[in-house]
């Protein structure tokens, strides 16, 4: 069975960091694609950053790159998200994704909310 | 980057009647060598994470009820639900993942009338 389970998230001050992490199992996670996503307050789902599975090239949405960075660790199943400079447009619900081998997402994680706020 | 767009952004049915979502990408998402469309389409409720309705844009996800489909090809494309039930009521969202660049249509919110 796939699980994915989010946590890291909580409330911090603009400028501030977080780590975001995705504990995974049920699937060959050193060879799967992986993706955040979060939807922020009375807003849509919005593609955040992914990783591909074999050859770990990264992808960001312009509104994070170069303040975001995804990774992962194979030895632990694990995905994290580093989050730098932190907005309080950042203020949403993150979601660990797993795509399937044809690239649609076809499993979710129950989402971590980070709140950006002083 | 493709940009999505849903239409309406809301919209209300009464039990038992067919709802019709429309999405339209602004370039084509249909790959050529395999003659399929990277278009998905996704229900939200609200404290659950999304649940995948359709992938290659007709396709129904095992275990979606047969009142969901999806058409459309190259640019356009519609979610059907067929006779609306209670359950049904939740923000649908279409998504390309022709890009790796992912990108979500903005959501339609269906009620019930």
């Known amino acids: 069975e796939v699980q994915l389970l989010e946590s890291g998230g909580g409330l911090v001050l603009p400028g501030g960091s977080l780590r975001l992490s995705c504990a995974t199992s049920?699937?060959?996670?050193?060879?799967?694609?992986m993706a955040w996503v979060r939807q922020a307050p009375g807003k849509g789902l919005e593609w955040v950053s992914a990783?591909?599975?074999?050859?770990?090239?990264?992808y960001y949405a312009d509104s994070v790159k170069g303040r975001f960075t995804i990774s992962r660790d194979t030895s632990k199943n694990t995905l994290y998200l580093q989050m730098n400079s932190l907005r309080a447009e950042d203020t949403a619900v993150y979601y660990c994704?797993?795509?399937?081998?044809?690239?649609?997402?076809?499993?979710w994680g129950q989402g971590t909310l980070v709140t950006v706020s002083s | 980057d493709i940009v999505m767009t849903q239409f309406p952004d809301s919209l209300a049915v009464s039990l038992g009647e067919r709802a019709t979502i429309n999405c339209k990408s602004s370039?084509?998402?249909?790959?050529?060598?395999?003659?399929?469309?990277?278009l998905a389409w996704y229900q939200h409720k609200p404290g659950q994470p999304p649940k995948l309705l359709i992938y290659?844009?007709?396709t129904r996800e095992s275990g979606v009820p047969e009142r969901f489909s999806g058409s459309g090809s190259a640019t356009d494309f519609t979610l059907t639900i067929d006779s609306l039930q209670a359950e049904d009521v939740a923000v649908y969202y279409c998504?390309?993942?022709?890009?790796?660049?992912?990108?979500f249509g903005q959501g339609t919110k269906l009620e019930i009338k």
């Open positions: 290659w844009a007709s």
């Open positions: 990783i591909g599975g074999r050859t770990g090239s990264t």
């Open positions: 370039q084509s998402i249909l790959y050529n060598s395999n003659n399929k469309n990277y």
């Open positions: 049920g699937f060959p996670f050193s060879t799967n694609d």
């Open positions: 994704a797993k795509p399937h081998i044809d690239y649609y997402i076809d499993y």
């Open positions: 998504q390309q993942y022709y890009s790796t660049r992912y990108s």
